[in-house]
Nanobody
Framework: QVRLVESGGGSAQVGGSLRLSCAASEYNANYTCMGWFRQTPGKERERVAI????????YYTDSVKGRFTISRDNAQNTIYLQMNNLKPDDTAMYYC????????????????WGQGTQVTVSS
């Protein structure tokens, strides 16, 4: 079973930037899609961004379009989430996610999760 390990979370000021990384224990291309979900207390885990492993297609939730960029390095079995112009609403636990046979839309569709990394944005 693949192991996903996130890093790069932390604190930032409004308008600042953070870069999240997710290292997978096996080849990214074994999974149709990898991406990032986030969750705040009392809310459902929501999809933020996903990237297909073998074709250049990405998806972003509306609230992060133009600010976040997801990318992958298959040689390093790693995906990244560059987060710019951060807002307080971006404060959440961010989870790396992998879908083996399809791209996950909902949290229930995810086959594997990382342990999560906290992002806190303050003014």
């Amino acid at each position: 079973q693949v192991r996903l390990v996130e890093s790069g979370g932390g604190s930032a000021q409004v308008g600042g930037s953070l870069r999240l990384s997710c290292a997978a224990s096996e080849y990214n291309a074994n999974y149709t899609c990898m991406g990032w979900f986030r969750q705040t207390p009392g809310k459902e885990r929501e999809r933020v961004a996903i990237i297909y492993s073998n074709i250049r297609i990405t998806y972003y939730t509306d609230s992060v379009k133009g600010r976040f960029t997801i990318s992958r390095d298959n040689a390093q079995n790693t995906i990244y989430l560059q987060m710019n112009n951060l807002k307080p609403d971006d404060t959440a636990m961010y989870y790396c996610a992998a879908g083996r046979w399809s791209c996950p839309v909902l949290a229930a569709d995810v086959d594997h999760w990382g342990q999560g990394t906290q992002v806190t944005v303050s003014s």
